[in-house]
């Protein structure tokens, strides 16, 4: 069992940032790709960008490429995302999600892939 918090999440400008942290509670978290989602009201969940066991592979939904950035560090269990030249579209609850994969390479970029899930922070972004 993985379990997922989520921090960093609030109230940005248009143009600002924020950095968003997940804190994973496993011992094989470096046997996990990681991914982060957001649901904003009304919609569906979806993938903003998605990361793999070692990192050197990621991914990022056409939305927020060249704005945001997903790392991990495997010494403090922990992933990221970076956000910058924060929109008010931004705006919604963002999940990290992790999945056991079996190469180092792999990453996934839809929800059902994802085994384990955090509860959410909000972000919210003002014009």
């Known amino acids: 069992q993985v379990q997922l918090v989520e921090s960093g999440g609030g109230l940005a400008q248009a143009g600002g940032s924020l950095r968003l942290s997940c804190a994973a509670s496993?011992?094989?978290?470096?046997?996990?790709?990681m991914g982060w989602f957001r649901q904003a009201p009304g919609k569906e969940r979806e993938i903003a960008a998605a990361?793999?066991?070692?990192?050197?592979?990621?991914y990022y939904a056409d939305s927020v490429k060249g704005r945001f950035t997903i790392s991990r560090d495997g010494a403090k269990n922990e992933v990221y995302l970076q956000m910058n030249s924060l929109k008010p579209e931004d705006t919604a609850v963002y999940y990290c999600?992790?999945?056991?994969?079996?190469?180092?390479?792999?990453?996934?970029?839809?929800?059902?892939?994802?085994?384990?899930w955090g509860q959410g922070t909000q972000v919210t972004v003002s014009s």
């Open positions: 999600a992790a999945a056991i994969t079996r190469t180092t390479s792999t990453y996934y970029t839809t929800a059902k892939q994802y085994e384990y």
């Open positions: 990361i793999s066991q070692s990192g050197g592979r990621t």
């Open positions: 496993t011992r094989t978290f470096n046997s996990h790709a």
